[in-house]
T-cell receptor, first 116, second 113 residues
Framework: DVKVTQSSRYLVKRTGEKVFLECVQD?????MFWYRQDPGLGLRLIYF???????EKGDIPEGYSVSREKKERFSLILESASTNQTSMYLC???????????????FGPGTRLTVT | LAKTTQPISMDSYEGQEVNITCSHN???????ITWYQQFPSQGPRFIIQ???TKVTNEVASLFIPADRKSSTLSLPRVSLSDTAVYYC??????????????FGQGTTLQVKP
């Protein structure tokens, strides 16, 4: 059974703090993703990674960075947290196709981040 | 860039068939259409994926017309446990490692007894 785990379910941080959200998957997936989920906006892709040390910007990368030093682990970093980054953050992973297309993504349970 | 639009909410009764439509007028030639289900306090879970025409699996069917500007997720004979938020996703990832993934806002399905 595929498992994607996220380091925290709930997190409260202060404005200006540096925040690390960690995600680990156990299925040897090449692709990993970070989304944020907000009411009325659905899920929006922040960054994805298709291999170790590789990353691609999604739709809303501003204010975020990512790190992938090992295949199973993908970290989302908020360099200086702001109140508008209060949200639910979801990590996902999938196999990588060698042509084009999509494999199903497996999601973690999410981290609800509150920035005060 | 594909923008996806779904109804905000739908109500149904146990045993009925439910159809949820997603509009994606600007879908690109290479985009796939995927549907996910999300329960409270959980991440989304894959239901079904298609490119054109009709796809069926053990839990749902996906209908995609020839112009691909919309898609309909069909859930046969829903039960109370199908109460959830349903998201459509339009996009593709290329082997060159670029791509776009656009989720809709989600449709909250409430199944009543």
């Amino acid at each position: 059974d595929v498992k994607v785990t996220q380091s925290s379910r709930y997190l409260v941080k202060r404005t200006g703090e540096k925040v690390f959200l960690e995600c680990v998957q156990d299925m040897d997936h090449e692709n990993m993703f970070w989304y944020r989920q907000d009411p009325g906006l659905g899920l929006r892709l922040i960054y994805f990674s298709y291999d170790v040390k590789m990353k691609e910007k999604g739709d809303i990368p501003e204010g975020y960075s990512v790190s992938r030093e090992k295949k199973e682990r993908f970290s989302l970093i908020l360099e200086s947290a702001s109140t508008n980054q209060t949200s639910m953050y979801l990590c996902a992973s999938s196999f990588r196709r060698m042509d084009q297309g999509l494999y199903e993504q497996y999601f973690g349970p999410g981290t609800r981040l509150t920035v005060t | 860039l594909a923008k996806t639009t779904q109804p905000i909410s739908m109500d149904s009764y146990e045993g009925q068939e439910v159809n949820i439509t997603c509009s994606h007028n600007n879908i690109a030639t290479n985009d796939y259409i995927t549907w996910y289900q999300q329960f409270p306090s959980q991440g989304p879970r894959f239901i079904i994926q298609g490119y054109k025409t009709k796809v069926t699996n053990e839990v749902a069917s996906l209908f995609i017309p020839a112009d691909r500007k919309s898609s309909t997720l069909s859930l046969p004979r829903v039960s109370l446990s199908d109460t959830a938020v349903y998201y459509c996703l339009v996009g593709v990832l290329y082997s060159g490692n670029t791509g776009k993934l656009i989720f809709g806002q989600g449709t909250t399905l409430q199944v009543k007894p």
